[in-house]
């Protein structure tokens, strides 16, 4: 049987991710984050997920200290914000971003969301963020084909990761496919459609058939796809939960029948909207 820390993913660049990890957004509550990081590595987990717009990299930064173990013991990732975006800006940024984190590096830096404005710029910041060591790897979030594709047209490097909204209400087969084809690992945020999701009939027969939880059939279900996710909680029994999902499997007929849950419906922005706003908008 294998566990949550047996799982790690090469990315194109070489470096290694867990296959698993920790989100941190809607995690605001200071005095609280240190113990549920704490219980997060304890249960194994090694890769957190935050990012500028988030306003937790300081809390962060003080939950990691407290753990004290080796900088390489963890994984950590954050994200440019939109208001960040441009050379000059995001390098900027990440430099405030590090502080906060008490950190020298990140192991991932990801755009957060593709904006028309700035959109090679802030990738050339990137490229030469990486160059300097501030991060190990540089991927994107909520691109999608296109984006990739224009991307492509004046990147030097390519994103290894690219960090999308996927849950079995928007399973994304063709662009996780793509990201394949392009040796883009596929991250899935939202992992748990927010817990949206779990009362899907399809779902609650399989929990039952395993013995296992509705959030664990997801998980489950996401790790056969081959994709990295970051499930977030707030509580220590379902971040324990969350982990222990490598003590079985689903067989070919159940993924079958999680994939067929797909409706292509998002709980968050559309990523054309954001591109063409240059913001997240509000919904
Ligand atoms: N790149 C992006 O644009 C983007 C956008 C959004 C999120 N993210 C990242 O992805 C991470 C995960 O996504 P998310 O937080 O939006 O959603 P999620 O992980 O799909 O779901 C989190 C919600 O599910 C609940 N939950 C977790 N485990 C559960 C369990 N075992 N049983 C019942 N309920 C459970 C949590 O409640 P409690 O906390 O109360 O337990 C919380 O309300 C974020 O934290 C963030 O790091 C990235």
Redesign the pocket.
Known sequence: MTTIQDNWLTLADGQKMPQQGF????LTDPTVFTQTIQSAYDDGYRLF???QMYGNEADLGKALKSLNVDRDDYFITT?VAESNQGYQKAIDSVKESLKKLQLDYVNLLLV??PINGSFFETWRAFEDLKKDGLTKSIGV??YGMVHLQYLATQASEMPVVD?L?C?PWLSEKPMIDFNKQHHIVTQA???????RI?EESAIQELAQKYGK?P?QIILRWHFLNGLSF??????AS?IK??ADIYDFALTDQDMVQMDSINKNVRI?QEPELVYEFNQQYPH
Do not use: M
């Not at 945020?189 to 817990?195: K, Y």
């Open positions: 989100g941190v957004y809607k997920d935050t990012a994200k957060h969301w979030s909520n960090q909204e849950h945020w939202a992992p748990l459609g927010r817990g779990f939880t959030a970051i499930p977030k909680s707030a509580h379902r939960e969350n968050s």
